[in-house]
């Protein structure tokens, strides 16, 4: 599978390195997700152990106007190996600009979890925060994310990833 040269690149950056890259990014334009999926990468191998280390996340917009997301379970197979769908769309989420407390990345749209009602109130996945940027201009379809868990007013990183634009969003929810 061929990949663009810069989600290719960001699959071996350290975390300094992410975290730098992160702070230099700029927030994509959230209608521009809409009606899109993403192959997302996780570049940290101990996310192989969670079976989450490759993942597709969509995004579609509600009748309200609100940009809303959700992810897609794939098969756990190569960087290079397609990505297969393996079950449903979960962990929904809205697509906002950070706000208090989350404002980790004030250049980065926030991908909130918690405040999905399509999320069961007993789903961990309500506690996750993701934040996603544009790193940069002239590849807008590769974006960089940081995934972190709030614990009351605590935000504990997680992991980063990487998204790439994949296709039209076929899982939208009904």
Do not use: C
Not at 17 to 39: C, F, K, N, Q
Not at 122 to 150: C, F, H, N, Q, S
Not at 168 to 174: D, S
């Amino acid at each position: 599978m061929n990949h663009l040269p810069l989600y290719d690149s960001l699959k071996h950056k350290s975390y300094a390195e992410l975290e730098t890259i992160m702070a230099g990014g700029r927030a994509p334009d959230a209608g521009s997700l809409v009606g899109w999926e993403y192959r997302g990468w996780s570049p940290a191998p101990w996310i192989s152990l969670l079976g989450i280390r490759k993942f597709m996340k969509g995004f579609f917009r509600r009748e309200d106007g609100l940009v809303e997301g959700y992810n897609v379970p794939v098969r756990q197979n190569g960087f290079d190996e397609d990505w297969i769908p393996k079950g449903k769309a979960f962990g929904f989420y809205h697509v906002i600009p950070p706000v208090p407390p989350d404002i980790i990345h004030p250049n980065s749209l926030l991908i909130q979890y918690g405040i999905s009602a399509r999320n069961p109130f007993w789903k961990p996945e309500r506690t996750i925060r993701d934040y996603i940027a544009v790193i940069d201009p002239a590849v807008p379809d590769v974006m960089l994310g940081k995934a972190v868990v709030a614990l009351g007013s605590a935000r504990i990183q997680v992991s980063y990833f990487v998204l790439e634009k994949m296709g039209p969003a076929r899982n939208w929810p009904n």
